[in-house]
């Protein structure tokens, strides 16, 4: 005579909110637009920061030719100085000018 044990195996059943279709379309657009979101941001970076760049005020350097006349040269070669501890000065220029666009243009 064999045993039947109808209550050994349960089973699983999955939340209501997952089997819905509006549920999971809806969960997946929302991880969709929040990558989309983030890549966004990433690609975006660099052109902000090259824009902001453009802005940077350039640093003068002085000097004297052999005959006595002072030359001032601009150059952003040699960036505005960044205090320490303000990682944000590298990104985005503590001292803002249109002399690089002046330069450039004449």
Request: no cysteine.
């Amino acid at each position: 005579m064999e045993l039947q044990n109808t209550n050994v195996v349960a089973k699983h059943k999955k939340p209501l909110f997952f089997q819905s279709m509006h549920f999971r379309r809806g969960l997946g657009n929302t991880l969709i637009y929040i990558l989309l979101g983030v890549m966004a941001v990433v690609w975006m970076f660099p052109i902000i920061w090259l824009m902001a760049q453009s802005f940077r005020a350039p640093v003068y350097s002085y000097t004297i030719n052999p005959s006595g006349q002072m030359v001032i040269t601009a150059s952003n070669l040699g960036f505005t100085p960044i205090r320490p501890n303000h990682w944000w000065g590298y990104i985005f220029p503590e001292k803002w000018s249109l002399d690089n666009y002046y330069l450039l243009f004449t």
